[in-house]
């Protein structure tokens, strides 16, 4: 109400502008208050996938893995995962097509990690099957199948963004992030927080900002630069960066050598993203042979950064002998 008030009074006052007239008004508009939502912790996200029936957890963690506006994760048909998803090909690959925001965005692309894909096939291999109360019968899921649907229709109907928004919301508060009620106030927590997910954790992992933007769809001035790398080059960038729900029951030993590598002073998020701008991934890849790779590029980083320390100390070294045993009565100087 006090937006639109404010608005109208924008209009009037341009009016009044443009005809060299000046518009007093007897007092002062309400200023408007300005709510912003967080992107939910790694451990609240957990949390909520561990709550959440399948469906839900589809939904949490294709905006969590895919960075997708609401209102085009409930557009999405099952044409834009049947290649990599019956290829078994992870991540999954889903390329946007401006069509789907009514031409206001560009085509894009993003990825779906390991979870997303895991909860993804159960998922539609549950709706083949139908309930087993028979309330829903098995569906023909093809092409044109809505990726989520609407599970209160009896036949496939793809979910609505307000639907999305409620089943999210119910989440939160089941999971007990948000009050059921909030006294006038708006929630830090909303649907469109778990898109943020992705953004603030993909720049944690040290993805390079117009890779991020662009696998959220965002306008950005490298965007054809971008596109032209390929499927390939980008799934090679996600996969590089190891965005992940999941919590990690054991220390692996590309962690443990992430960690040695971080008491030498670097970081081994960007050594694999560099290598990934380098030299992409295969098309198809298993998790074994990804952890080679990724232990090889820590390996060989850390070893240069060892020689280069040693190279370092036998150089000040022969410096230091050099001085020390120079003219007598000279004393070398501390370096």
């Keep these: 109400m ?9 209009g009037v006052k341009a009016l009044f502008r443009c005809n060299g007239l000046k518009l007093e008004l007897p007092y002062s508009l309400p200023k408007r208050n300005v709510y912003s939502d967080r992107a939910p912790t790694l451990e609240e996200l957990q949390h909520i996938i561990d709550i959440a029936d399948i469906r839900e957890k589809v939904i949490v963690s294709m905006l969590a893995l895919g960075g997708f506006r609401i209102g085009t994760l409930v557009k999405l048909k099952y044409r834009h995962v049947k290649r990599d998803l019956e290829k078994m090909t992870t991540p999954i690959h889903i390329h946007v097509e401006a069509e789907i925001t009514k031409g206001k965005y560009h085509d894009y692309d993003t990825f779906i990690g390991q979870e997303a894909s895991q909860y993804l096939r159960t998922y539609i291999e549950l709706r083949r099957q139908g309930s ?4 829903t019968p098995p569906e023909n899921i093809h092409e044109e199948s809505p990726l989520i649907r609407d599970e209160l229709s009896r036949y496939p109907k793809p979910l609505t963004p307000g639907r999305l928004h409620q089943v999210i919301h119910e989440l939160y508060i089941k999971a007990g992030l948000i009050p059921r009620k909030t006294l006038g106030r708006r929630y830090e ?3 469109h927080s778990i898109r943020k997910f992705f953004r603030t954790q993909m720049a944690a992992l040290g993805v390079d900002r117009d890779y991020i933007e662009y696998m959220m769809g965002h306008t950005i001035n490298t965007y054809h630069d971008i596109k032209m ?6 799934r090679g960038i996600y996969i590089a960066s190891g965005l992940s729900i999941k919590p990690k029951t054991r220390i692996s030993k590309i962690d443990a ?14 050594i ?27 390996t060989t ?3 240069q950064q060892m020689l280069k320390e040693i190279r370092e100390n036998q150089n000040q070294k022969s410096i230091n002998s050099c001085l020390s045993g120079g003219s007598p009565g000279v004393t070398a100087p501390k370096l």
Excluded: C, M
């Excluded at 087993?132 to 309330?135: D, E, F, L, V």
């Excluded at 790398?229 to 980008?234: A, P, R, T, W």
């Design 2 to 10: 006090a937006r639109a008030r404010a608005n109208h009074v924008k």
């Design 132 to 135: 087993p109360t028979g309330r």
């Design 189 to 191: 927590l909303r649907a």
């Design 229 to 234: 790398k390929g499927i390939e080059f980008l």
């Design 257 to 270: 050598l992430k960690e040695i590598i971080r008491a030498w002073g670097l970081n081994p998020e960007e």
């Design 272 to 298: 694999l993203t560099k290598e990934a701008l380098t030299k992409p991934y295969a098309t198809i890849i298993d998790q074994s042979q990804l952890e080679q790779n990724q232990l090889h590029q820590l």
């Design 301 to 303: 980083a850390l070893k």
